[in-house]
């Protein structure tokens, strides 16, 4: 008996299952910020693991680098990633504005223990660290989840 037929076979499984492993996803997260009266809002959206530790930054609302300590939980947590702003970093967001957000997403990643947070402040307010957490699961995609104190509501969508 061949081996040969059977090796061709099992090769040709891989190569496709290969691809689902590596499979992701787009998501789109919707921030509606409250019209909490002040100036534009610095935005850290940003996800966590099972652990709470520090996975990725999605998005960074507000230029000046000189304010992202008042990101407090984002900034501890993500110190020690370089490529934390590589592209992902925008204007702040007024009061009673949306942020929209979209980002790739390893299918991996959902229904994993994986969190959506995102950190929150404003000049001369209070800093909100952590304003929402939001598990990532398919279950809470499309329910929106409140904020603490700038944030109105997060909601996100999984294409």
């Known amino acids: 008996m061949s081996t040969k037929p059977l090796l061709t076979t099992l090769a040709a499984a891989c190569t496709l299952a290969l691809p689902v492993l590596g499979q992701a996803r787009q998501v789109t997260l919707t921030a509606q910020l409250k019209n909490y009266g002040g100036d534009g809002a610095y ?15 999605l998005w960074v609302a507000g230029g000046k680098a000189k304010y992202y300590k008042h990101l407090a939980d984002w900034s501890r947590l993500s110190a020690g990633d370089a490529r934390r702003l590589d592209g992902v970093t925008g204007a702040s967001v007024g009061a009673g504005r949306t942020l929209k957000v979209t ?56 294409q």
């Open 103 to 158: 980002a790739e997403l390893a299918d991996a990643l959902i229904d994993a223990g994986y969190e959506i947070r995102i950190d929150a402040a404003a000049e001369d307010m209070r800093d909100s660290p952590s304003e929402v957490r939001l598990p990532l699961t398919t279950q809470n995609a499309g329910k929106p989840q409140a904020g603490r104190q700038y944030i109105q509501s997060l909601t996100y969508q999984m």
């Open 43 to 57: 935005l850290a959206v940003y996800l966590t693991d099972a652990k709470g530790a520090y996975a990725r930054t």
